[in-house]
């Protein structure tokens, strides 16, 4: 029987319009809900009060809205309605589903649903969490073992994006890509495992696939435009398929467009850009890169619980081994599993990727973890930086190594010290874990471009003492938090 799962939204969201998965990501119930979602099923929906049935990747805007203060009438409206939306995409009859959530939010529903799991059924909040951590523990530990370990290894390691490829400091290896909306236990799920032939050219095979729009130049590439003509049954996929790298090839073939060529070429870079991230770890030897690569795919490959989300763009491919594998290729698919030996190594590798990024380096010479950070330097006024420049790099920077820094007192004592992170777009402020005094942050604080770029100009202001503290707070209440990562990075920058 096929498994959905539902889980209710939560009180505690984002102020601006995102993606459901990320508007209630400050609930430390919700996350940890989502995250054993992810072991069940790829099919995970958020049941909102407001909204309704929700997928993950729904872009909503936030609400102050909840079922807890409904009426009874309301309530089996709104059940009505949700069901109403569950009915058109599944038969009930058919289908199990999990429901993550309080009475007011699974009662509404059982009516219209014949088969329902409620794992949280009758625990107050505090239970919930310790439930789920139960819930999550007992699922993984039922994982394919390898499967699982290449994820939490490779999860856990820098990552990059096509923008910060050249910052990747050494030259021959293997790369390991994820994609959005794709996940595993919990965890960034595997796409795409790569390597190169000749040595000296990992950044140069990354390249070929994120900057040069030549798809005979990339397989990855050349696969991501199938997928898309395919998925539009745009007859151009016929012509697509033929390699017209060599000189003069492209003479005779009918149908050939130059202009459309180029603008399939523009849209797999923009969904590859989008979509695309990736760690690497060194491998000198190009027969052992070309036999880790293979053991990786295989591995995955074997694994019953490695598969792709319901939305996964490559389920439209018409290459029948990647809609199936769930992965952007069809090499290695059938090759032998890695041993425990080259698992071993393997994670020695991506140690020492960790050992020789230069911010870990740096860590190194004062005795310092990758999570723990230098005392703040002082800045007084700036040459000229922009706010983008420097929002930019402090992005790449905190991608590649979250750090602890100390915010900056107002009256000269003693800072409290925050725990920096960053994904793509967002910079997010937590407790400090290694260093004290810690901020007392109730939840975890999210800082986007705007916000930042509003304050950048008022911090040098403020440290030239032209305002005040609280002219310098702009209005934001996250001032405190993003003149402590200027004036800690600014210096930082390349």
Same mark, same amino acid.
């Given at each position: 029987?096929?498994?959905?799962? *539902?889980?209710?939204?939560?009180?505690?969201?984002?102020?601006?319009?995102?993606?459901?998965? *990320?508007?209630?990501?400050?609930?430390?119930?919700?996350?940890?809900?989502?995250?054993?979602?992810?072991?069940?099923?790829?099919?995970?929906?958020?049941?909102?009060?407001?909204?309704?049935?929700?997928?993950? /990747?729904?872009?909503?805007?936030?609400?102050?809205?909840?079922?807890?203060?409904?009426?009874?009438?309301?309530?089996?409206?709104? #059940?009505?309605?949700?069901?109403?939306?569950?009915?058109?995409?599944?038969?009930?009859?058919?289908? !199990?589903?999990?429901?993550?959530?309080?009475?007011?939010?699974?009662?509404?529903?059982?009516?219209?649903?014949?088969?329902?799991?409620?794992? *949280?059924? #009758?625990?107050?909040? $505090?239970?919930?969490?310790?439930?789920?951590?139960?819930?999550?523990?007992? +699922?993984?530990?039922?994982?394919?073992?390898?499967?699982?370990?290449?994820?939490?290894?490779?999860?856990?390691?820098?990552?990059?994006?096509?923008?910060?490829?050249?910052?990747?400091?050494? /030259?021959?290896?293997?790369?390991?890509?994820?994609?959005? $909306?794709?996940?595993?236990?919990?965890?960034?799920?595997?796409?795409?495992?790569?390597?190169?032939?000749?040595?000296?050219?990992?950044?140069?095979?990354?390249?070929?696939?994120?900057?040069?729009?030549?798809?005979?130049?990339?397989?990855?590439?050349?696969?991501? $435009?199938?997928?898309?003509?395919?998925?539009?049954?745009?007859?151009?996929?016929?012509?697509?398929?033929?390699?017209?790298?060599?000189?003069?090839?492209?003479?005779?073939?009918?149908?050939?467009?130059?202009?459309?060529?180029?603008?399939?070429?523009?849209?797999?870079?923009?969904? =590859?850009?989008?979509? &695309?991230? &990736?760690?690497?770890?060194?491998?000198? %030897?190009?027969?052992?890169?070309?036999?880790?690569?293979?053991?990786?795919?295989?591995?995955?490959?074997?694994?019953?619980?490695?598969?792709? %989300?319901?939305?996964?763009?490559?389920?439209?491919?018409?290459?029948?081994?990647?809609?199936?594998?769930?992965?952007?290729?069809?090499? #290695?698919?059938?090759?032998?599993?890695?041993?425990?030996?080259?698992?071993?190594? @393997?994670?020695?590798?991506?140690?020492?990727?960790?050992?020789?990024?230069?911010?870990?380096?740096?860590?190194?010479?004062?005795?310092?973890?990758?999570?723990?950070?230098?005392?703040?330097?002082?800045?007084?006024?700036?040459?000229?930086?922009?706010? +983008?420049?420097?929002?930019?790099?402090?992005?790449?920077?905190?991608? *590649?190594?979250?750090?602890?820094?100390?915010?900056?007192?107002?009256? $000269?004592?003693? #800072?409290?010290?925050?725990?920096?992170?960053?994904?793509?777009?967002?910079?997010?402020?937590?407790?400090?874990?290694?260093?004290?005094?810690?901020?007392? @942050?109730?939840?975890?604080?999210?800082?986007?471009?705007?916000?930042?770029?509003?304050?950048?100009?008022?911090?040098?202001?403020?440290?030239?003492?032209? @305002?005040?503290? !609280?002219?310098?707070?702009?209005? %934001? =209440?996250?001032?405190?938090? @993003? &003149?402590?990562?200027?004036?800690?990075?600014?210096?930082? =920058?390349?």
């Amino acid at each position: 029987m096929k498994k959905v799962v *539902l889980v209710s939204c939560s009180k505690l969201k984002r102020t601006y319009p995102c993606e459901a998965r *990320l508007l209630y990501d400050a609930s430390n119930l919700f996350s940890k809900s989502l995250a054993y979602a992810q072991t069940i099923s790829n099919e995970i929906y958020i049941i909102s009060a407001k909204y309704g049935l929700v997928p993950l /990747d729904e872009t909503i805007e936030p609400y102050d809205e909840s079922l807890n203060d409904k009426t009874q009438a309301e309530l089996t409206a709104w #059940g009505n309605k949700t069901a109403a939306k569950i009915v058109e995409r599944y038969d009930v009859t058919q289908t !199990e589903f999990i429901i993550l959530a309080g009475k007011n939010y699974y009662a509404p529903l059982q009516q219209h649903l014949p088969h329902i799991n409620l794992p *949280l059924r #009758g625990l107050p909040m $505090g239970e919930r969490l310790a439930r789920l951590d139960e819930l999550l523990h007992a +699922d993984t530990s039922n994982q394919s073992p390898m499967c699982y370990r290449l994820h939490k290894l490779f999860n856990a390691m820098p990552r990059f994006r096509w923008d910060t490829i050249s910052t990747i400091d050494f /030259d021959s290896g293997i790369y390991v890509v994820f994609e959005t $909306g794709e996940t595993y236990c919990g965890m960034d799920r595997i796409v795409r495992v790569g390597t190169h032939r000749s040595d000296g050219r990992l950044r140069a095979r990354l390249k070929n696939h994120f900057y040069d729009e030549n798809k005979d130049g990339s397989i990855f590439r050349k696969n991501i $435009g199938r997928a898309i003509l395919n998925k539009n049954n745009s007859p151009y996929l016929e012509i697509w398929n033929i390699d017209t790298s060599k000189k003069g090839s492209i003479i005779g073939i009918a149908g050939y467009d130059t202009t459309f060529q180029k603008k399939v070429e523009t849209t797999v870079s923009e969904y =590859m850009r989008e979509h &695309f991230s &990736f760690v690497c770890f060194p491998v000198s %030897s190009k027969d052992e890169r070309l036999r880790l690569e293979e053991g990786i795919i295989a591995t995955l490959n074997l694994a019953s619980d490695f598969h792709p %989300s319901q939305d996964w763009r490559g389920k439209f491919s018409p290459e029948y081994e990647i809609s199936q594998s769930g992965m952007w290729l069809k090499q #290695g698919l059938d090759g032998a599993p890695l041993s425990k030996n080259e698992f071993s190594k @393997i994670e020695a590798y991506c140690l020492n990727t960790e050992s020789r990024s230069p911010a870990s380096s740096a860590r190194a010479s004062k005795g310092l973890s990758p999570q723990d950070s230098m005392p703040p330097k002082v800045i007084y006024e700036h040459d000229g930086k922009s706010a +983008d420049v420097v929002w930019q790099s402090v992005l790449r920077k905190l991608n *590649l190594s979250p750090c602890e820094i100390q915010t900056i007192s107002q009256n $000269g004592g003693k #800072g409290k010290w925050i725990f920096v992170s960053a994904d793509s777009s967002n910079i997010f402020i937590d407790r400090a874990k290694k260093n004290t005094p810690s901020s007392t @942050i109730a939840v975890v604080r999210t800082i986007n471009k705007n916000e930042f770029t509003k304050l950048y100009p008022l911090y040098f202001q403020w440290r030239m003492k032209n @305002i005040t503290r !609280e002219e310098a707070k702009g209005g %934001s =209440m996250n001032s405190s938090y @993003i &003149f402590a990562l200027i004036n800690y990075f600014y210096t930082e =920058m390349e």
